[in-house]
């Protein structure tokens, strides 16, 4: 089915700006309350929140197989499992809607009284209820600065790094929409000489520059996906700030791994871009080597050029650009972690999360944390007022922006924003 709604020469008959992350193209999905508390499944076009529940009563989704109540609904999930077929045609459908020149909704203005909405008019809402949430770790440079850190620097990379996709499983219930505020969590820490652990809140509350993607139905148990078909179950993605305790992470994670440093919170940008948006910026990941075994070999141009930033915004003052990088350093690739996830048989689910892993770059200006950033503390990274920090203190925002742009044309993700409070006695 071709994808009409990525056209680039598209415009459309709503005010936005230039430089907007959701021009005509994008045509991202999300979940938000109206004014008047209603909660329905939405799109976004500039600055304009687009209520599809309504789209859909008043009959412009006529011709599409929908169930009625598709988009009146408090979670993307059910949508999301109509499989990539459905997804196209709405967003096409929309597309056609809102092109310049169409005027069956811009002049009826009893419906669009019913179905626009400015942004600061709805609150954002998390867009699918995640079932399951995985996180892997797939930056190279990551990896390698993280095995450095808390291992040997001489030996930073295990020897399966290389050979598999590696992650973890997470924890669902703590994940947060962009603007929900984080209690600095509690944790037991390494023993001192006394040999006794540490307990209290963590000192060392730090981000993770992530990114996320969203599937629909992809197996039934015991059957696998093959890497081919991998993408044709990604619904799309989001931004990813998996919050991390680092001191609580350093004394809890031998033998099994990433536990309550992690699952205090982890908080997503509110709209979903679909794979079909991010399809103009395509390209290769890092070169593997040694070359994947069979299962998770694939073609060409499967990362996707995806610019990333993370600021730190202290209590009513400015923010700090801390680190800028890149989607595409992703040393394996989504259909990868997916095809690896089911190669066991496990069941993928509508509304599972994958997150990335924390994506460095090969840079110091590009790493993803402040844990790389600072060298676990041994560095200071300025702020434009004068301070300085090793970790995230209380009162500070972290802002999270991503967005591709070739020839003209940006697809963004909004921000992804989370405030650090302090704990709670
Ligand atoms: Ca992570």
Request: hydrophobic share 35%; proline share 6%; glycine share 8%.
């Amino acid at each position: 089915m071709p994808l009409t709604a990525n056209d680039p020469s598209r415009k459309t008959w709503l005010d936005t700006l230039v430089n907007t992350d959701f021009p005509i193209q994008n045509i991202p999905f999300g979940v938000f309350s109206t004014p008047d508390d209603i909660i329905t499944i939405g799109t976004r076009i500039g600055d304009y929140a687009i209520d599809l529940g309504a789209l859909h009563q008043l009959g412009y989704f006529d011709g599409i197989d929908l169930s009625d109540d598709i988009f009146m609904q408090d979670s993307l999930n059910n949508f999301i499992a109509d499989g990539r077929k459905t997804w196209r045609l709405i967003r096409n459908r929309i597309s056609e809607l809102f092109l310049e020149g169409n005027s069956k909704l811009r002049d009826h203005q009893e419906h669009r009284n019913v179905v626009l909405f400015m942004m600061n008019e709805i609150k954002m809402q998390l867009p699918v209820d995640v079932g399951d949430y995985t996180d892997f770790y797939a930056s190279k440079e990551h990896a390698t600065n993280v095995g450095s850190l808390f291992r040997d620097p001489e030996n930073a990379l295990l020897p399966n790094w290389l050979r598999i996709p590696i992650g973890y499983h997470g924890r669902s219930s703590s994940i947060i929409p962009s603007g929900t505020p984080i209690h600095r969590p509690y944790g037991q820490t390494k023993p001192g000489d006394n040999g006794i652990p540490g307990f209290g809140p963590s000192k060392l509350v730090d981000f993770e520059l992530e990114m996320a993607f969203i599937t629909t139905d992809a197996n039934q148990l015991g059957k696998r996906v093959p890497i081919e078909k991998a993408e044709d179950y990604i619904f799309g993605l989001v931004l990813f700030n998996d919050w991390s305790a680092r001191d609580i992470q350093a004394w809890e994670y031998v033998p099994l791994g990433p536990f309550l440093g992690k699952s205090f919170a982890s908080t997503i940008s509110p709209w979903i871009v679909t794979l079909d948006a991010l399809e103009p910026f395509r390209t290769n990941g890092p070169k593997q080597d040694p070359t994947p075994l069979p299962y998770l070999k694939h073609g060409e141009n499967k990362n996707f050029d995806i610019k990333l930033q993370v600021a730190i915004q202290p209590e009513n003052d400015e923010e700090t650009v801390v680190t800028n990088s890149n989607f595409k350093y992703m040393y394996w690739s989504m259909a990868q972690q997916l095809t690896h996830h089911t190669v066991n048989g496990c069941n993928v689910r509508s509304g599972d999360m994958m997150g990335s892993g924390t994506i460095s770059g090969p840079t110091k200006d590009s790493y993803g944390s402040m844990l790389e950033l600072s060298w676990r503390g041994q560095n200071s990274v300025p702020l434009k007022n004068g301070k300085e920090r090793k970790f995230i203190q209380d009162n500070d925002t972290i802002v999270m922006r991503a967005f591709a742009e070739k020839n003209g044309l940006r697809i963004g993700f909004g921000e992804c924003n989370g405030k650090v409070l302090a704990a709670i006695d």
